[in-house]
């Protein structure tokens, strides 16, 4: 009798092996392969993020370089002195998450028309509908009539960048300490602008996870200083409002002009007179001026003398035809 055959085969054992290695080899392949997948997402993101950054800070930047304040003059009372920078902190540790401060930078809208370039500037942090955070900006050519201390709505301003996890300025005084909130109205930064800022800005780094990619920084001088109406007037040979330099009573702007005494007419004159009737009274009433404060003086034009008469004379003297 003939013996069987023999066949040639792996065992079961053999065969499970052999899966169990393929297995083992896949899984490995897999998470290296998530690993890099994740690693080339993350980089991405993270030089997009880096990218807007960039922008957002030098817009930022822009803005705060151009900060100009007008120191109030002594007369003038401060709640109608409409010049500040201010600054609002919910968590000081954070740096100003709202800033509001006159600017120069805003460009005319046509060459041939006479624009002043100061605009009133506002950057506000708020919470969007998703729970992060997003950057608004607002800005207006015209400055407020009187001191303003508050914010615009979110309705008035411009969404800048959203997802944003964390917004905040540092503001640095002649000491080198900083600080997050900044008052020029108030007594302790009386018509004071910070010398310099830091801003800062994070980001989320995907829209599944609250891992943070940042903060990037931006370091940025105020190269411009108070300005000093009163100083430039009186450098200019100008009376200034409300100063009594002889001592004789009468202040400096009030002086007659070469000993001769006040015309009836010119009493008359007060009270319907506004100050587009001044100016044309008085052609170069505003030309000696420095072009900011020109421009300052000229965004009364239509208002009564007897309205402005306070906030003008903190910027040029008014004639005697024109009280």
């Known amino acids: 009798m003939k013996s069987r055959a023999h066949r040639n085969g792996f065992t079961l054992i053999e065969v499970l092996a052999v899966l169990l290695l393929t297995s083992l080899v896949l899984g490995v392949a897999i998470d290296f392969y998530?690993?890099?997948?994740?690693?080339?997402?993350?980089?991405?993101?993270?030089?997009?993020?880096?990218?807007?950054?960039?922008?957002?800070?030098?817009?930022?930047?822009?803005?705060?370089?151009?900060?100009?304040?007008?120191?109030?003059?002594?007369?003038?009372?401060?709640?109608?002195?409409?010049?500040?920078?201010?600054?609002?902190?919910?968590?000081?540790?954070?740096?100003?998450?709202?800033?509001?401060?006159?600017?120069?930078?805003?460009?005319?809208?046509?060459?041939?028309?006479?624009?002043?370039?100061?605009?009133?500037?506002?950057?506000?942090?708020?919470?969007?509908?998703?729970?992060?955070?997003?950057?608004?900006?607002?800005?207006?050519?015209?400055?407020?009539?009187?001191?303003?201390l508050s914010f615009p709505t979110r309705d008035d301003s411009e969404r800048v960048a959203g997802r944003i996890a964390s917004f905040g300025v540092f503001l640095f005084g002649d000491d080198g300490v900083s600080v997050a909130r900044w008052d020029s109205s108030a007594l302790a930064e009386s018509s004071d602008l910070p010398r310099a800022a830091e801003i800062q800005v994070s980001f989320f780094l995907d829209d599944e996870t609250d891992q943070i990619d940042g903060p990037y920084t931006r370091r940025v001088s105020l190269p411009l200083r108070t300005l000093d109406l009163e100083q430039q007037l009186e450098a200019a040979g100008v009376p200034v409002a409300g100063r009594d330099a002889d001592g004789d009573g009468i202040p400096d702007d009030e002086q007659p002009a070469d000993g001769a005494e006040k015309s009836d007419d010119a009493e008359l004159a007060d009270g319907g007179m506004t100050v587009d009737d001044c100016i044309a009274a008085n052609p170069d009433l505003f030309r000696s001026l420095p072009p900011d404060i020109e421009a300052l003086a000229e965004s009364f034009r239509g208002r009564p003398i007897r309205e402005v008469a306070d906030l003008l004379e903190g910027v040029a003297s008014l004639p005697p035809n024109c009280r």
């Open 34 to 148: 998530r690993d890099l997948s994740r690693a080339s997402s993350d980089a991405v993101t993270r030089g997009r993020n880096a990218r807007r950054a960039v922008v957002l800070l030098d817009r930022v930047a822009r803005d705060l370089e151009g900060a100009v304040l007008v120191k109030k003059p002594g007369p003038v009372d401060p709640l109608f002195h409409p010049w500040l920078f201010l600054a609002e902190a919910d968590d000081p540790e954070l740096g100003a998450q709202r800033l509001k401060f006159v600017s120069r930078g805003r460009h005319p809208r046509s060459p041939e028309t006479a624009e002043s370039d100061l605009q009133m500037v506002a950057w506000l942090l708020e919470r969007s509908e998703q729970g992060d955070f997003e950057l608004r900006r607002w800005s207006s050519p015209q400055l407020p009539e009187t001191r303003d």
